[in-house]
């Protein structure tokens, strides 16, 4: 297996542009999770899935962040509009069927850099 | 309000000087700690899973231990490949997953 897989692995949009990030989780797994990560405040889950349904969002910021999961093997995270601060690497990790906690596979991540 | 404080922040190690990273932790409800390595430009790679204190789990030159306040990730004659971020992270009664800001570590050759 290719393992989690996402897509760009790097952004850089001007202000105010839609952002739009893509992830294929490995074959199989019932979960998949969205994560941010940043110096200051290290690793925040945004939200999770659970067979392709959202079950904790309690993460994402704002309205202005949006995420997906039409079927098991794709999500997207949506940024509209794009903000400095949302400046970035975003992680997509997805875990076994059955197994809740921390994920376990994550992928390499998307360096989002907004001018 | 639960948190998770990693020390220390880096950690400097000459080739086979052995040492312990701290993982300490105030959760409502612990439900499992767990201990991930990440290189740079990379995402974690998951290591460990403790469920209760006195539990410790081993692989390679690691070995990871767990308390009702802390988690010690030991490491034992390590070699520079080892060098990494270690992440630490506690999932809570609520299924709440809350990562620490890791340890940098970097072993000398």
């Known amino acids: 297996d290719a393992g989690v897989i996402q897509s760009p692995r790097h952004e850089v949009t001007e202000m105010g542009q839609e952002v739009t990030l893509r992830c294929k989780p490995i074959?199989?797994?019932?979960?998949l999770f969205w994560y941010r990560q940043t110096m200051m405040r290290g690793l925040e889950l945004l939200i999770y899935f659970n067979n392709n349904v959202p079950i904790d969002d309690s993460g994402m910021p704002e309205d202005r962040f949006s995420a997906k999961m039409p079927n098991a093997s794709f999500s997207t995270l949506k940024i509209q509009p794009s903000e400095p601060r949302d400046s970035a690497v975003y992680f997509c990790a997805s875990s076994f069927p059955g197994l809740a906690g921390a994920p376990r596979f994550f992928g390499p991540g998307t360096r989002l850099t907004v001018l | 309000e639960d948190q998770v404080t990693q020390s220390p922040e880096a950690l400097r190690l000459q080739e086979g000087e052995s040492s312990s990273l701290n993982c300490s932790y105030t959760v409502s409800g612990l439900r499992g700690l767990f201990w991930y390595r990440q290189d740079p430009g990379k995402g974690p790679e998951f290591l460990f899973t403790?469920?209760?204190a006195g539990e410790e789990k081993e692989k390679e030159r690691l070995k990871a231990t767990l308390t009702k306040k802390e988690s010690f990730l030991h490491i034992t004659a390590p070699k520079p490949e080892d060098s990494a971020t270690y992440l630490c992270a506690v999932e809570n009664r609520d299924d709440k997953i809350i990562f620490g800001k890791g340890t940098r570590l970097h072993i000398l050759p």
């Open positions: 403790l469920y209760s």
């Open positions: 074959s199989g797994h019932d979960y």
